[in-house]
């Protein structure tokens, strides 16, 4: 048996309090472990959320307010950091929810091994209305996150344990960073530490937009990558081993299948570390051959196009127009032997959008009333078809993808029928960038 849990600190800024500060604050206040000591940090706070935070803090005795009169996120968790009581410190963010043994479990796995600078879990997203997407999981071995997150941001800020002297030691979070502050951090964490994961979903994190994609802005995607390409500079350039060349010319002769190649340099990052030869080879072995999960939707997608434009077909529908141009669409046509109804064209929203092939991308406004357009996206289906009630008023016939057959295909185009999702719910082990808030 584990010994008894050891105190645990909690860093939860608030800097414009949203609708769902005390729900977010429940979810810490019921936590199964004893001991908390919960620190509120008002990031800059205007006056309203200052008087809900105080609020709080008089219903519960655990409560500690800190304040920081100018926002910066990464200036409040360093205060957090400096402050808290305890070596373990939980994040949790105020527009997210976890469940009440989140804590417990976090704290039994850095106990379990004290090697361990942070351990976050699966988790997952909600779109603004509380619509479950996705479940996204991080690899729970240290060796493999160490080299995974070289790829991309797949721990959820707010659902992370830290061990506070460690993270104080590598410099704590860069106040100098406009955005990507965690995503910084894990890298340089990682140099000289182990992070691991639990396995269980612990946390659901929120994302604004309707459809659960968590868009980066200009400025946060740009620090990601200065963060990402530091961290590149840095491995060694050489591997050290003949696995590396192996695994490529066991590709390029096709000696052994994909997969195989896939997990055997996969399993040398883990265990070795990375190098930039290695995960070179990794990131190329992925790249030139697809993976099954990858070609089975793929497969699908088809699928639904092939079924789709039959239905079109056989109801006269003389041509459709694909909206809008994305990587769904640009994929669907590699392979134009798939339409049963001719393309009439691509459509986009976006005034720069380049050409497909041969294919010139219009505007929408194009698009005259009685003609037919098919929506080609798996995440955006739902905005784009709220985005396209200006030309169904007009009269032009929007038909959703994944909501149509042979059955609802002709009330799909009217919006008469609700929409099938294709992925009701989609668990992706190692998605390239989940998000890097």
């Known amino acids: 048996m584990l010994e008894s849990l050891p105190p645990i600190s909690v860093a939860f800024p608030v800097y414009r309090a949203p609708a769902t500060l005390e729900s977010a604050f429940a979810c810490v206040s019921s936590q199964n472990a004893a001991h908390l000591d919960i620190m509120m940090v008002l990031n ?147 140099r000289r530490h182990r992070v691991g994961a639990r396995a269980e979903v612990l946390y659901d994190y929120r994302v604004p937009s309707a459809d659960g994609a968590d868009r980066s802005t200009p400025e946060q995607a740009s620090t990601a990558a200065r963060c990402m390409l530091r961290e590149w500079r840095l491995l060694a350039d050489r591997d050290g081993t003949d696995r590396v060349e192996r695994s490529i010319a066991e590709m390029l002769t096709r000696s052994s299948a994909p997969e195989v190649v896939r997990g055997q340099l996969a399993e040398h990052l883990t265990t070795h570390g990375p190098t930039r030869e290695s995960l070179f080879a990794w990131t190329w072995a992925n790249a ?106 007009r009269g032009v016939r929007v038909h959703r993808l994944h909501a149509m057959s042979v059955s609802d295909a002709h009330a799909s185009s009217n919006g008469a029928s609700a929409p099938r999702a294709l992925h009701a719910s989609i668990e992706d082990p190692h998605p390239a960038c989940p998000q890097i808030a």
Not at 109 to 114: F, H, Q, R, V
Not at 121 to 146: I, K, Q, S
Not at 334 to 348: K, M, S
Request: one cysteine or more.
């Open 44 to 190: 800059g706070s205007d006056p309203g959320t200052r008087d809900r935070v105080h609020a709080l803090a008089r219903r519960d005795a655990r409560v500690r307010i800190l304040d920081l009169p100018r926002a910066n996120l990464a200036a409040a968790l360093n205060l957090a950091l400096r402050e808290a009581r305890h070596d373990l410190v939980a994040r949790m963010d105020a527009d997210d929810l976890c469940g009440s043994s989140r804590f417990d479990l976090q704290a039994r796995a850095m106990l379990a091994d004290a090697s361990l600078a942070g351990v976050g879990c699966a988790y997952r997203v909600l779109t603004n209305d509380d619509r479950p997407r996705f479940v996204v999981r991080p690899p729970t071995d240290p060796g493999e996150l160490r080299w995974r997150l070289l790829l991309g941001n797949m721990l959820a800020h707010g659902s992370m344990m830290l061990r506070r002297d460690a993270v104080l030691g590598v410099g704590g979070y860069d106040e100098s960073l406009p955005r990507a502050q965690d995503y910084d951090l894990w890298l340089r964490l990682v």
């Open 288 to 393: 030139a051959s697809p993976s099954a999960p990858t070609l089975a939707l793929q497969a699908a997608r088809r699928a639904l196009v092939r079924e789709a434009t039959r239905v079109l077909a056989d109801r006269g529908v003389a041509r459709v127009w694909l909206y809008p141009a994305g990587s769904f669409t640009r994929a669907l046509l590699e392979h134009p032997e798939d339409f049963a109804t001719p393309i009439a064209g691509v459509l986009d929203d976006r005034a720069d959008a380049s050409p497909i092939g041969a294919w010139r991308v219009h505007a929408p406004s194009e698009v005259s009333a009685g003609e037919h357009i098919l929506i080609t996206s798996d995440w955006h289906e739902d905005a784009l078809w709220e985005a396209s009630h200006e030309l169904r008023a």
